[in-house]
């Protein structure tokens, strides 16, 4: 099983950007062949996909972010990225990293605090 470590978090003005970063140890093999997703929970609000990437970099975004966020994978590293600019308050969450769909014991995530 994969195990994920989240990194990058912090607070930011609105327009800000950050970047985060999930380090992924565990199976190699098993990380390549593995759709790697970004998600998010906000306060009182049920944890959502905010972005995943195939191992050949075919990705998909919420509309939510569509156009501010980008997901990238390194596969020769064992990681995964999310850049995020433009960022909003309602973006204010803990951002997770999983395979998707998720199968792996969730991290302790990143707090991303959007507010001026």
């Known amino acids: 099983q994969l195990q994920l470590v989240e990194s990058g978090g912090g607070l930011v003005q609105p327009g800000g950007s950050l970047r985060l970063s999930c380090a992924v140890s565990g199976s190699s093999l098993q990380f390549r062949f593995s759709v790697m997703g970004w998600y998010r929970q906000a306060p009182e609000k049920q944890r959502e996909l905010v972005a995943r990437?195939?191992?050949?970099?075919?990705?998909y975004y919420a509309d939510s972010v569509k156009g501010r966020f980008t997901i990238s994978r390194d596969n020769a590293k064992n990681t995964v990225s999310l850049q995020m600019n433009n960022l909003r308050p309602k973006d204010t969450a803990v951002y997770y990293c999983?395979?998707?769909?998720?199968?792996?014991?969730w991290g302790q995530g990143t707090q991303v605090t959007v507010s001026s």
């Open positions: 999983n395979a998707w769909p998720e199968n792996a014991d």
């Open positions: 990437i195939r191992t050949g970099g075919y990705t």
